[in-house]
């Protein structure tokens, strides 16, 4: 079993940036891949982007991409998402989930684990 915490979440000014944490506990962090989603209600999850279980392969959604930076310290079993230039489209909650493999996923349902979820809220 793997548990996720996210956090870091909030309002913030169109133009600004939020770090989001997630710290993650049970079974051995570096052994597999984190990957960011978030949702609007009424619409489906998410993929932002995903690390794999070293931190050395990225994926990012095109729409994310130059703005959002995932990271990852397994020493410190936390995975971070770090958001500049928000939108108030970026308004959304956000999750982070692990699946138990080292390669990265793209699609939500690659990922067995999952956080409880923060929310983001740009105002224009």
């Known amino acids: 079993q793997v548990q996720l915490v996210e956090s870091g979440g909030g309002l913030v000014q169109a133009g600004g940036s939020l770090t989001l944490s997630c710290a993650a506990s049970?079974?051995?962090?570096?052994?597999?891949?984190v990957g960011w989603f978030r949702q609007v209600p009424g619409k489906e999850n998410e993929v932002l982007c995903t690390i794999n279980h070293s931190g050395g392969i990225t994926y990012y959604k095109g729409s994310v991409k130059g703005r959002f930076i995932i990271s990852r310290d397994n020493a410190k079993n936390t995975a971070y998402l770090q958001m500049n230039s928000l939108k108030p489209e970026d308004t959304a909650v956000y999750y982070c989930a692990a699946r138990t493999t080292y390669e990265v996923g793209v699609t939500w349902r690659e990922y067995e684990y999952w956080g409880q979820g923060t929310q983001v809220t740009v105002s224009s």
């Open positions: 049970g079974r051995t962090f570096s052994n597999y891949a």
